[in-house]
Nanobody, 123 residues
């Protein structure tokens, strides 16, 4: 069983930064590709960023390119999302996701999910 726990959310002013972290309780963290998704009130869950098993490959939604950076530490079983130049439209619950065989932007293909952490960006 894979358990994912997000942390680091909060309230920040527009233009500010936050760093989200996701800890995974798995035997071999490097066996899982990881992703971050978000869901704003009244909207569908959307892709934010993903990182491959080794961390060599990353991908981002166009809306966050150049502002967000995904990274992972396979020795600490963590994946992080550094969010800079935050905008009010980044306000959402952010979810960490993991999958053994899939690396990409399709949420339905990720098997494991965390509970989410709230990010609120005030204008």
């Amino acid at each position: 069983q894979v358990q994912l726990v997000e942390s680091g959310g909060g309230l920040v002013q527009a233009g500010g930064s936050l760093r989200l972290s996701c800890g995974a309780s798995v035997r071999t963290f490097s066996s899982y590709a990881m992703g971050w998704f978000r869901q704003a009130p009244g909207k569908e869950r959307e892709f934010v960023a993903a990182i491959s098993w080794s961390g060599v490959d990353t991908m981002y939604a166009d809306s966050v390119k150049g502002r967000f950076t995904i990274s992972r530490d396979n020795t600490k079983n963590t994946v992080s999302l550094q969010m800079n130049s935050l905008k009010p439209e980044d306000t959402a619950v952010y979810y960490c996701a993991a999958d053994f065989s899939y690396f990409g932007s399709t949420s339905a293909k990720y098997a494991h999910w965390g509970q989410g952490t709230q990010v609120t960006v005030s204008s």
